[in-house]
T-cell receptor, first 113, second 117 residues
Framework: DAKTTQPNSMESNEEEPVHLPCNHS???????IHWYRQLPSQGPEYVIH???SNVNNRMASLAIAEDRKSSTLILHRATLRDAAVYYC??????????????FGGGTRVLVKP | NAGVMQNPRHLVRRRGQEARLRCSPM?????VYWYRQLPEEGLKFMVY????????ESGMPKERFSAEFPKEGPSILRIQQVVRGDSAAYFC???????????????FGPGTRLTVL
């Protein structure tokens, strides 16, 4: 599986935006970029995904570089409930590759009141 | 629509005992995945099952671990003769379809925290 690189941790103030970078320089043309997050003592939850175009949903926005070698998850207004570990994951679309998620170390986000 | 359910939420076993972890996927989901999270580590894929079939077990330890997803009932992750190194959080996820071209979000359960004394 293609590898992703994320900072270990980031801090943000409440109500401010958070930009979480992810490098994936070995991404292939068929890899989707997914983001999941894991709140303390809970299972991971889906945040957003994209292929080439920027994406928005109620939780976050995903900005994908033109060469797709990096992406940024944007939390527009961080709340205390957004404190979690955020994982950037590449998933191939080739059927034979299966459906498993390969989690890296993620970025631990701390939100300060 | 209830989410993915796992039980028990906490399980304590002594070395050498067996641990059985149960996972009920979301309604309508026929694909189940098990992941393990060792203390202070990231999540690692273990096994992917569809009803009555193991699709991918590349992350399962070769010995003592087994998984099933019968036609009726929950998926079971079974650990025989547990050792202290098996202490971890075990998460189950389910999804609607494995078709790779169609994104299918994995929905995770709350996990079972296994402690081996």
């Amino acid at each position: 599986d293609a590898k992703t690189t994320q900072p270990n941790s980031m801090e943000s103030n409440e109500e401010e935006p958070v930009h979480l970078p992810c490098n994936h320089s070995t991404i292939s043309g068929t890899d989707y970029i997914h983001w999941y997050r894991q709140l303390p003592s809970q299972g991971p939850e889906y945040v957003i995904h994209g292929l080439t175009s920027n994406v928005n949903n109620r939780m976050a926005s995903l900005a994908i570089a033109e060469d797709r070698k990096s992406s940024t998850l944007i939390l527009h207004r961080a709340t205390l409930r957004d404190a979690a570990v955020y994982y950037c994951i590449l998933r191939p679309t080739i059927k034979a590759a299966g459906n498993k998620l390969t989690f890296g170390g993620g970025t631990r986000v701390l939100v300060k009141p | 629509n209830a989410g993915v359910m796992q039980n028990p939420r906490h399980l304590v076993r002594r070395r050498g005992q067996e641990a059985r972890l149960r996972c009920s996927p979301m309604k309508g989901h026929s694909h189940v995945y098990w992941y393990r999270q060792l203390p202070e580590e990231g999540l690692k894929f273990m096994v992917y099952l569809q009803k009555e079939n193991i699709i991918d077990e590349s992350g399962m330890p070769k010995e003592r671990f087994s998984a099933e997803f019968p036609k009726e009932g929950p998926s079971i992750l079974r650990i025989q003769q547990v050792v202290r190194g098996d202490s971890a959080a075990y998460f189950c996820a389910s999804s609607l379809t494995r078709l790779a071209k169609t994104y299918n979000e994995q929905f995770f359960g709350p996990g079972t925290r296994l402690t081996v004394l």
